[in-house]
């Protein structure tokens, strides 16, 4: 069984920076796995981020985050990275990564689980 752990949320100032980590923890292992990132506004539904895709090791990002987000992985492939950058006061949002286990598009929050527990971003203007 895949177990995640979000760490690296904070407070930033819009403009800023924060890096997000997603690890497997234990005897579990993701290197085989595409990863996704996703986030809840206080209030709001999970809205897609993007997701790093083990094959090529690329990454696919929603719109939202394009040009100002990074999704990398260490060199084990356990560790994938979430680099946000020029943050936005919109971007506060509980972020939470997890496996993709289906064969739909990326961006449906149903085609993954082994969810982590979720780390908090706040993004001050």
């Known amino acids: 069984q895949v177990r995640l752990v979000e760490s690296g949320g904070g407070l930033a100032q819009a403009g800023g920076s924060l890096r997000l980590s997603c690890a497997a923890s234990?005897?579990?292992?993701?290197?085989?796995?595409?990863v996704g990132w996703f986030r809840q506004p206080h209030g709001k539904d999970w809205e897609f981020v993007g997701v790093?895709?083990?094959?090529?090791?690329?990454?696919v990002y929603a719109d939202s985050v394009k040009g100002r987000f990074t999704i990398t992985r260490d060199s084990s492939g356990n560790t994938v990275y979430l680099q946000m950058s020029s943050l936005k006061p919109e971007d506060t949002a509980v972020y939470s990564c997890?496996?993709?286990?289906?064969?739909?598009?990326?961006?449906?929050?149903?085609?993954?689980?082994?969810w982590g527990q979720g780390t908090q971003v706040t993004v001050s203007s």
């Open positions: 234990g005897s579990s292992s993701i290197d085989k796995y595409d």
């Open positions: 997890a496996t993709h286990n289906s064969d739909g598009t990326y961006d449906l929050l149903m085609g993954y689980n082994n």
């Open positions: 790093s895709t083990y094959r090529g090791g690329g990454a």
